[in-house]
């Protein structure tokens, strides 16, 4: 690196293959291949014949230097050293060191590795031609890994700062004294305790544990506000059901699409949790089967391949859409112009007072009806799946856990349910969901988390999806940041307050016979740190004394009302 830094690179030449080849680079936290073996998910790829080639990021394994999470570029220090600058200083080397090749460089990477494509994309060498940023976060604070819109994060980001910081040479998972984690950080109490049982000064988690509000630090590390627009050739994916980072590609694209005369910022979505496009067949969402399509292999074959097929080797047809999306329920491909589709109209599914939705508002009629209410007891919060809760890294349990038939929280006296009456048609949703919801609070702070869910009737096949509770969107929202993110207030108790709760762009189809839920609560644990409810100027120095029971109340009134709302692509 310009440092005299030297970073641990691995370069895979096919075997047979003559001439000048272009290159796909991948930069890693996680390791490179320790054989000359291909590594999972290249397999359409390594058809084509590139010269592979996989980077440990600085302080990670063999790499020299130390290792520092973060997403933060500055563009305008000119002796800056960051992700951005290695990419454009291992291009640089790559092409000028590495016999035969073509001169052409492309990057790809999922995750963290998806990150340091993006990032690649600020500071683009000249041998660049194409990225594809795959599950890339871009803001840590508002979304994806760390937070959801300023909601700790708790047991994800307490379990990748051990993973990542504990050891050099190794992904290293926290070692937990109890198999059922929800025990474990129920324990905990505080998240200003986790510093005591960490034992060590890791980066990441003091600069979570340092930074509780959106101040200059996290502004600093929301990498995709820098972009001018598509200069590169970007093909961005996102899982629906990525339980890590489902927020940020869509943030990628937005910005490509700024400024993209040339067409060249390309948006992909699909059915998947989080990198499964890369690893399986695609062929279930979770216990979810998705018909006869194999989205992972239509993915990595159709349209992954093609991509770089076209901008490093000059074969095959530049695409004619903007973005390809797979439409859950309908169970197809969509190909469109544009994202979201302007043909989509956004329209109001209503609560009402009796625990039904509807497409028709409260009427003046009824009058003023009481508020549905639930206790929310930090010393007993809703899990955000089935106990027992295990390791975020060690099961596969955290993979689809946004793909769980949702009753086995639908019983529970601190969890709100709103249902539907069985759809008499289908209903087509491409495009940013929303919910609004009128509530208050007994306390002075809290969360409140919403759930767009698809309930299959009780005739549905196969037999295991009779009844099946299938999230769509789900989201919270931390009532001290409904006004600044970087300055929290203290919410007026019992006083109704307006509660927006984006719910990211979705594509799916509700069927004839199904019906539509809305499930309300008030914590998501461990995922999602327990809010006191009491208002404290820094969450993460609550006491035990702090965490108080609060009263929720949610409005379904004429003048106070809450409601979803869905893009509906009118149907022919």
Do not use: C
């Not at 980001?157 to 937990?176: C, D, H, R």
């Not at 937005?254 to 948006?267: F, L, T, V």
């Not at 979810?288 to 159709?302: A, C, H, I, K, N």
């Not at 120095?541 to 709302?565: C, H, L, M």
Request: glycine share 8%; hydrophobic share 35%.
């Amino acid at each position: 690196m310009r440092d005299g830094t030297r970073l641990q690179t691995v370069i895979l030449r096919p075997v047979g293959r003559a001439g000048n080849l272009p290159m796909l680079l991948r930069r890693t936290p996680y390791g490179v291949p320790e054989k000359t073996e291909l590594p999972e998910g290249y397999a359409e790829l390594a058809k084509d014949g590139y010269i592979l080639v996989f980077q440990n990021l600085r302080g990670r394994f063999k790499s020299e230097g130390e290792f520092i999470v973060s997403t933060k570029v500055d563009l305008d220090d000119p002796k800056a050293i960051d992700e951005a600058t290695d990419a454009y200083d291992t291009i640089d080397w790559l092409v000028s060191h590495v016999p035969a090749n073509s001169g052409k460089v492309g990057m790809i990477g999922i995750s963290y590795s998806g990150l340091t494509a993006g990032l690649a994309l600020l500071r683009p060498h000249p041998a660049l031609k194409a990225v594809s940023d795959q599950a890339a976060p871009t803001d840590l604070f508002l979304n994806d890994d760390i937070h959801r819109y300023g909601a700790l994060r708790l047991s994800y980001a307490f379990e990748y700062a051990v993973l990542e910081q504990s050891e050099k040479n190794a992904n290293a998972p926290f070692a937990f004294d109890s198999y059922d984690t929800y025990e474990w950080y129920l324990r905990l109490g505080s998240v200003a305790n986790a510093k005591k049982r960490l034992g060590g000064n890791l980066q990441a988690w003091n600069d979570i544990v340092d930074h509780p509000d959106r101040d200059a630090y996290w502004k600093a590390q929301a990498w995709a506000e820098k972009l001018p627009g598509a200069r590169i050739p970007t093909l961005t994916v996102a899982g629906f059901w990525d339980q890590e980072d489902p927020w940020g590609p869509w943030q990628v694209y937005r910005a490509g699409a700024r400024r993209d005369p040339e067409g060249i910022n390309q948006m992909v979505a699909g059915p998947w949790t989080h990198g499964s496009w890369a690893l399986t067949t695609g062929d279930r969402l979770g216990n979810v089967p998705l018909g006869q399509q194999q989205t992972g292999v239509q993915f990595r074959r159709d349209i992954q391949a093609p991509f770089f097929r076209f901008w490093l080797f000059g074969r095959g047809a530049k695409p004619a859409w903007q973005a390809k999306i797979y439409e859950t329920g309908s169970n197809v491909w969509r190909e469109f112009p544009r994202w979201p589709p302007v043909e989509a109209q956004p329209t109001r599914l209503y609560f009402h007072s009796d625990g039904s939705l509807s497409f028709t508002p409260p009427g003046a009629l009824e009058g003023r009806t009481p508020p549905r209410s639930f206790v929310s007891d930090p010393a007993n919060p809703v899990p955000y799946r089935p106990r027992p809760i295990t390791p975020t890294f060690s099961s596969e349990g955290w993979a689809t856990w946004e793909t769980l038939d949702q009753r086995f929280v639908d019983h529970r006296p601190d969890v709100l349910t709103y249902v539907s009456a069985p759809l008499d048609h289908d209903v087509r949703v491409d495009g940013e969901v929303s919910a609004t919801l009128i509530a208050s609070t007994s306390g002075s702070d809290g969360d409140l988390v919403l759930k767009l869910i698809d309930v299959y009737p009780e005739n549905a096949t196969p037999e295991a999806m009779r009844g099946y509770q299938l999230p769509i969107a789900m989201e919270v929202r931390r009532g001290r940041y409904l006004t600044d993110y970087a300055r929290p207030q203290p919410l007026t108790p019992d006083r109704p307050t307006t509660w927006p709760i984006p719910l990211r762009d979705r594509a799916h189809m509700f069927l004839k016979g199904h019906r539509i839920m809305v499930q309300v609560q008030a914590s998501w644990f461990p995922v999602i740190d327990r809010n006191p409810q009491k208002f404290l100027p820094n969450i993460y120095a609550a006491r035990d004394s702090d965490f108080v029971p609060a009263t929720n109340r949610i409005y379904a009134e004429p003048d106070r009302s809450s409601f979803v709302t869905l893009p509906i692509v009118p149907q022919p």
